[in-house]
């Protein structure tokens, strides 16, 4: 996969970070619903990416912490912090980037979708219970 750039809204971020795969992700879980007012649409990225600018970070579950630029506000990442095979796993917030010539290939948290807009094609949906089975997560709520 080539390596992208791409910016936050304001320009002050800019990031540079190649995929780890040719597939999009849109998790709809409560905490990425009130972080993005939508869903929160991602690509894992290749261990090695940048980001240059005012980067904040806010630990958002005992799992999980996100990146968002300290200017404008824009989300960044999402970022693993779990130990285990995850750790430091990366999905980059797609929005950041002009084009990634991805599909999206996966909606997480399908069950907790609000009903006002849907995608289509064919993709992989995994409930609530799907996920936190494949982190290995305690059922404590949305707390990605």
Not at 9 to 37: E, I, K, N
Not at 97 to 121: C, M, N, R, V, W
Request: charged share 20%.
């Amino acid at each position: 996969m080539p390596e992208l750039q791409g910016q936050c809204m304001c320009g002050a971020v800019t990031v540079t970070a190649t995929p780890a795969r040719d597939a999009l992700g849109a998790c709809h879980c409560d905490q990425c619903r009130r972080w993005t007012s939508s869903m929160l649409v991602t690509f894992e990225a290749e261990p090695g990416y940048a980001a240059l600018g005012p980067v904040k970070t806010y630990i958002s579950s005992d799992w999980a912490e996100r990146a968002f630029c300290a200017e404008c506000g824009s989300s960044l990442w999402y970022r693993i912090t779990l130990p285990g095979e995850m750790h430091g796993q990366t999905q980059m917030a797609a929005g950041l980037f002009e084009e990634t010539g991805s599909h999206l290939k996966l909606e997480l948290y399908i069950d907790k979708k609000p009903q006002g807009y849907a995608f289509t094609g064919e993709r992989r949906q995994m409930t609530k219970a799907e996920v936190e089975a494949m982190y290995a997560l305690p059922d404590e709520g949305d707390n990605q």
